[in-house]
């Protein structure tokens, strides 16, 4: 199946659906016939066994559209977790917007019918011999390996934190679900109190949703604001980078609204250790951002602060198991697979393809990216399937929606080399909008879950 024939199946569904209320109940069911028989006739007859590595919005996404391509579909998803969180709903869980059930769902629920799930971790790669080895059902091999299985955050790569002891002396992380929760009921808490000194910080590493810690700092600046207690609290945002942001547009934006919340920006500062009990953080100050979690002796200086909130992202790397594996490229930090940045094809693995958060593509690792990614490597790895080159390109769209304040939404939406892509060119795109807040709280949702999930945008 071609990028034409592709795109042509879409708009083929597109127009049948439109036009149903246009019809008869005659023409109703000769639309479904055509419909139908179209699919069918477009299905491509490739037959091979497809193992997909994660059951997250990547692997379901990929799964779905690989069933509406494949007319002899043999795909298996292998996925731990029995239940599948919308994480873009975190940091709204953190601004008491979206309660915890509002952003879980049953992963049987979300996988298609006629795709089989293993309820199991893998373990062990074995690229070589096209296998792989889980932690219950040992040996399972493919012809076809998509890479998915997400970020790993690496919490002990920060002294004195775990995933465990969050919440523990005020010290809070939005990337965990339970974290989120507990991150929400402080940010509440803080307008009980008289002042404060509130520290909130970046990584040093790739991070899924990188806007992530910008929007829960500027969320609780502002819910400061309407409680009439911001000006008793100090609040400071750690950068590990030289920039808040890039595209430029969307950096200086950024820097004119820190500085207009009187929000301290630090750049160049990588937290390394927590006391809890104290209430103290340290910092390591560069010279220059680094991306290594070992220092070299005598980089920067160490400094210490106290707090009485702290907002911190965790270390993010692939996952063990990848980063062991000769998928993985072992001269970038984190062990990011090692893709082609347009077809998603494995560099040296042809019948291995990855996307999502553990690609080592050159663009920021969200959801936006993923259901920009998932139709462009389905038809590529359908193309290798019927022994065929991998024509479609991805282009490196990805999108954040960085909440600045309730109500308001920068929407940053850029490709590969920082190149604007904005979904409505003629608005301004360093401009916050309350359009932009109403679809990160009330459209984003249903378009992942009833779209992006099924393989229908």
């Known amino acids: 199946m071609n990028s034409k024939e592709l795109y042509n199946k879409e708009e083929r569904k597109s127009f049948s659906r439109r036009n149903f209320m246009k019809i008869g ?11 139908r028989t179209y699919d069918y006739l477009s299905e491509s007859k490739a037959k091979a066994k497809i193992v997909i590595v994660g059951g997250g919005a990547a692997g379901i996404t990929m799964s779905a559209y690989l069933s509406d391509m494949l007319r002899y579909d043999d795909i298996t998803i292998i ?90 002396g005020n010290v809070h992380c939005i990337y965990d679900f339970k974290g989120a929760s507990i991150c929400r009921d402080a940010i509440r808490n803080l307008s009980g109190r008289k002042d404060g000194r509130l520290i909130f910080t970046d990584s040093y590493t790739k991070i899924k949703c990188g806007g992530a810690p910008k929007k829960v700092c500027l969320i609780t600046e502002d819910y400061l604001r309407i409680k009439n207690k911001r000006n008793n609290f100090g609040i400071t945002y750690f950068e590990n980078k030289s920039e808040l942001m890039k595209p430029k547009v969307y950096g200086d934006r ?23 009990s104290a209430k103290r953080a340290v ?55 090692n893709v082609d940045k347009g077809t998603m094809v494995h560099s040296i693995y ?4 990855s996307l999502g958060d553990v690609a080592g593509l050159p663009t920021s690792k969200t959801g936006a990216a993923i259901r920009m990614q998932a139709p462009i490597a389905a038809a590529n790895l359908v193309s290798l399937m019927e022994g065929k080159p991998p024509l479609l390109k991805y ?58 999930l099924k393989g229908l945008i």
């Open 254 to 276: 950024l820097i004119e609204i820190f500085k207009e919340r009187d929000i301290a920006v630090n750049y160049r500062h990588r937290l390394i250790s927590v006391d809890t």
């Open 350 to 353: 042809k019948n291995i393809i």
């Open 25 to 35: 109940i005659m023409g109703i069911a000769g639309a479904l016939i055509l419909e």
């Open 395 to 452: 282009d490196g769209y990805s999108a954040c929606p960085i909440v600045t304040e309730y109500g308001k939404v920068l929407m940053c939406e850029f490709g590969y080399n920082d190149k604007l892509m904005p979904t409505i060119p003629f608005l301004d795109p360093a401009v916050e909008r309350g359009m932009w807040w109403g679809l990160k709280v009330h459209g984003l949702k249903p378009m992942y879950y009833q779209g992006m």
């Open 79 to 168: 996925e731990p977790n029995n239940t599948h969180y919308y994480q873009p709903g975190y940091t709204l869980i953190s601004a008491d917007v979206f309660k915890p059930e509002d952003v879980t769902k049953k992963t049987a629920d979300l996988i298609p019918k006629n795709v089989k799930w293993i309820n199991d971790s893998v373990i062990e790669l074995n690229p070589d011999q096209n296998g792989l080895i889980t932690a219950k059902n040992g040996k399972i091999s493919y012809d076809y390996l998509v890479l998915v299985p997400g970020c790993q955050m690496n919490f002990n790569l920060i002294e004195g934190i775990s995933r465990s002891n969050l919440g523990e």
């Open 283 to 337: 910092f390591h100050r560069l010279p220059e951002p680094l991306s290594s979690p070992d220092l070299p002796d005598n980089t920067g200086e160490k400094l210490t602060f106290d707090f009485d909130f702290l907002h911190f992202v965790p270390p993010m790397s692939v996952p063990d198991f990848v980063k062991n594996s000769s998928v993985s490229d072992q001269s970038v930090q984190g062990g990011w697979v």
